[in-house]
C-alpha cells in the first residue's frame, strides 16, 4: 500500500497543477472567449437538465458515484475525440467540466476546494447566460 501512496500523491499533485493552470486561464481569458464560454454553458445546462437540477453546482451535489463515472469516461473519450479533430474549443469545455468533477474530490485541500468554487461560479455563470438566451429565442 505504500508504493501506491507516492503515486497517488503524484497524480494529485500534477493534477492540481493543472487544475490551477486552467483556473488562472479561464479567469484571464475565459470571459475574452464567448464560444469556449457559450461551450462551457451549453454542455454544462445540458448536464444540468438531465440531472433536473438549474446550476452546476447543484448537480454535482445530487450525482451518483456511476454518473459520475460515466461522465469522466465520455469526457476523456470526446475531449480526446474533439482534441484530435482540431476542436480546441470544444475539447476546453470538455476539460472545464472534467476538472470541476475531480476537483470535487479533492475538497480536504483547502485550496482546491477554492479553486472548484471558483471555477464552478465560473461554469454557473455560462449555465445562466445559455438558459437566458434559450429563453430569449423562444419568445
Not at 30 to 39: C, F, V
Not at 72 to 99: C, D, S, V
Amino acid at each position: 500500500m505504500s508504493a501506491q501512496a507516492p503515486t497517488t500523491e503524484i497524480r494529485n499533485a500534477e493534477f492540481k497543477q493543472r487544475f490551477a493552470g486552467v483556473l488562472a486561464d479561464i479567469q484571464k481569458t475565459g470571459y475574452e472567449d464567448g464560444e469556449a464560454m457559450a461551450l462551457i454553458g451549453s454542455l454544462a445546462a445540458e448536464l444540468c437538465s438531465s440531472l433536473q437540477q438549474q446550476n452546476w453546482a447543484t448537480a454535482k451535489s445530487v450525482m451518483s458515484s456511476e454518473t459520475y463515472n460515466d461522465l469522466l469516461k465520455i469526457f476523456e473519450k470526446r475531449g480526446n475525440e474533439y482534441h484530435q479533430a482540431g476542436k480546441q474549443k470544444h475539447a476546453y469545455a470538455i476539460q472545464a467540466l472534467a476538472m470541476s468533477l475531480i476537483s470535487a474530490t479533492m475538497r480536504s485541500d483547502p485550496q482546491m476546494a477554492q479553486g472548484e468554487k471558483m471555477l464552478d461560479a465560473i461554469i454557473d455563470r455560462s449555465v445562466a447566460v445559455h438558459q437566458t438566451q434559450v429563453l430569449s429565442s423562444r419568445q
